[in-house]
């Protein structure tokens, strides 16, 4: 094989590589900016629960009776999923 022969082919070989990085990294980028609108949504959820001043209330009497009964339990978990879903239907 002759010189230059052996140069086109190593020239197709890294434009080879080349493109599949760059199809690779659109890819990425794509994916990305598919899952920021999640990680927007969960931040904002996130704000939302923990700026219910009965859900701070909730946490800091959890924390303060570690033995509380099956029904305060209950309570709790029913609040935490009544705020979770406020938040998440407000605009």
Do not use: I
């Not at 094989?1 to 197709?12: D, E, I, K, L, S």
């Not at 980028?29 to 996130?46: I, K, M």
């Not at 939302?48 to 305060?72: D, F, H, I, K, L």
Request: some cysteine.
């Amino acid at each position: 094989m002759n010189t230059h022969a052996r140069h086109a082919v190593t020239a197709r070989l890294r434009y080879g590589t080349a493109v599949k990085w760059c199809v690779a990294l659109a890819f990425a980028a794509y994916a990305y900016g598919l899952l920021e609108p999640a990680a927007t949504a969960r931040a904002s959820l996130d704000a939302c629960v923990n700026q219910n001043p009965e859900q701070r209330g909730n946490a800091t009497g959890a924390a303060s009776a570690p033995s509380a009964t099956p029904t305060a339990a209950e309570e709790r978990e029913q609040a935490f999923s009544a705020t979770v879903y406020a938040c998440s239907t407000q605009p």
